[in-house]
């Protein structure tokens, strides 16, 4: 059974303050998923990343693979309320069509 | 493009009564979908497998003749949670498999009360 671990598991911070959430393996990943849940809605897609050391960005959003494919990390600069939520990274390991999801980042960002 | 819909949003039952629950991809076919519970301020929790036509896979605990999944369709699975009781009371969240990435699109999800 692979384990994906994340940290932290909660985080509180001031708008316009930075921020890293990490997602580690011991196996390596085919492909990874970053995921934003808001309460009572189910999780949405924010990036897949594939290849090792690739580095993606979605507005102030930094995704990052690690180069031996078995970490990633997800930054956020100028955070505001609006990114608020649970953050999922998610795993998939060879050809297994399931998704191991790390254990959730809950992020407040106060105004 | 990728959308997937959850019916109903939410649902109170009295305990012993059935409840189904039903996911569709709304704009594209899907042969593996897939069934999560999540707890409050929790990650999701995999319950099973829906594959299209033949029978889910059950994840380990997850008791397959109290959750019944059916996928009789490329775009639809259903989860009927078989005599309820106040402990199955969760978030129930679908999924529906899409692209060479296993990347999962998931239902807004639905809120079931057990009373």
């Known amino acids: 059974t692979q384990l994906l671990e994340q940290s932290p598991q909660f985080l509180s911070i001031q708008e316009g303050e930075n921020l890293t959430v990490y997602c580690n393996s011991s196996?390596?990943?085919?492909?990874l998923q970053w995921y934003r849940q808001e309460p009572g809605e189910g999780p949405v897609l924010l990036v897949t990343?594939?290849?090792?050391?690739e580095v993606k960005k979605l507005k102030r959003l930094t995704f990052q693979f690690g180069d031996a494919r078995k970490d990633s990390s997800l930054h956020i600069t100028a955070a505001q309320p609006g990114d608020t939520g649970l953050y999922l990274c998610?795993?998939?390991?060879?050809?297994?069509?399931?998704?191991?999801f790390g254990s959730g980042t809950q992020l407040t960002v106060l105004p | 493009g990728a959308v997937v819909s959850q019916h109903p949003s939410r649902v109170i039952c009295k305990s012993g009564t059935s409840v189904k629950i039903e996911c569709r991809s709304l704009?594209?076919?899907?042969?593996?979908m897939f069934w999560y519970r999540q707890f409050p301020k929790k990650s999701l929790m995999l319950m099973a497998t829906?594959?299209?036509?033949?029978?889910?896979?059950?994840e380990q605990g997850v008791e397959k003749d109290k959750f019944l999944i059916n996928h009789a369709s490329l775009t639809l699975s259903t989860l009927t949670v078989t005599s309820a009781h106040p402990e199955d009371s969760s978030f129930y969240i679908c999924?529906?498999?899409?692209?060479?990435?296993?990347?999962?699109?998931f239902g807004p999800g639905t809120r079931l009360t057990v009373l």
């Open positions: 999924s529906a498999r899409q692209g060479i990435y296993n990347e999962q699109f």
């Open positions: 704009d594209f076919q899907a042969t593996t």
């Open positions: 829906s594959n299209e036509g033949s029978k889910a896979t059950y």
């Open positions: 998610a795993g998939a390991y060879g050809s297994a069509r399931q998704l191991t």
């Open positions: 990343v594939v290849t090792g050391g």
């Open positions: 196996s390596v990943f085919s492909s």
